[in-house]
């Protein structure tokens, strides 16, 4: 007898969640100053598509509302400012799809957005280590984190994710003075937690 194939399943849903970031380092002569992202709140959209019991992918698309901030000892300044991302994750899950509650591992990339949503600052006061400017910049994210889901009925489903988004130090935005160095990986650490609704 032949199996029947495996029906698509697919999800749509929305979360809400908080921002947490590792900044980096600008180190000038005789200076240094950090330069960074505000922890904010978080939120975001994913569409999913799962034709495998163990795994699926998923389009996710998070808002978080961080300010791009630079500071050495008491003093600091920031700009406001937000960011977009958009990635494609693939999910590795532990159990089969028929089981109620399931955790799984998550890995994926895309494109982020820093993007400035008013006017710089009138006065900078670690312009001779690093200023902010009204600069947008994207570029390359990786993500990785994992989670759980659990199916509350048929069609409704609760999840608590956890992401750690990855990206360059954006330059372009937070600009090291000429001949200044700037070091550190960007890393903005978002739990989740989300509905979706599965048809």
């Known amino acids: 007898m032949a199996v029947p194939p495996v029906l698509a399943q697919y999800e749509f849903g929305g979360s809400i969640g908080y921002g947490i970031y590792r900044n980096g380092t600008v180190f000038g002569a005789g200076s240094t100053a950090e330069a960074g992202i505000r922890n904010r709140f978080a939120a975001g959209a994913v569409f999913g598509e799962e034709m495998y019991d163990y795994i699926s992918g998923e389009v996710r698309y998070l808002y978080q509302d961080g300010h791009p901030f630079v500071s050495s000892g008491a003093t600091k300044t920031d700009i406001q400012g937000q960011s977009h991302t958009f990635t494609y994750d693939l999910l590795f899950h532990f159990e089969p799809r028929e089981r109620r509650l399931r955790f799984f591992a998550a890995g994926g990339a895309g494109a ?3 993007i400035i949503a008013g006017p710089a600052p009138t006065v900078q006061p670690l312009a001779n280590v690093v200023m902010l400017t009204t600069r947008d910049q994207w570029t390359l994210v990786v993500d990785v984190g994992g989670g759980v889901k659990y199916a509350l009925t ?46």
Do not use: C, M
């Not at 935005?173 to 000429?178: E, N, R, T, Y």
């Not at 550190?184 to 609704?197: A, E």
């Open 112 to 114: 982020k957005g820093y």
């Open 154 to 199: 048929k069609h409704v489903q609760l999840r608590g994710d956890f992401r750690d988004y990855l990206t360059k130090f954006p330059k372009q935005q937070l600009a090291p003075a000429l001949g200044n160095t700037a070091r550190g990986i960007f890393q903005q650490f978002t739990p989740l937690f989300g509905v979706s609704y599965l048809f």
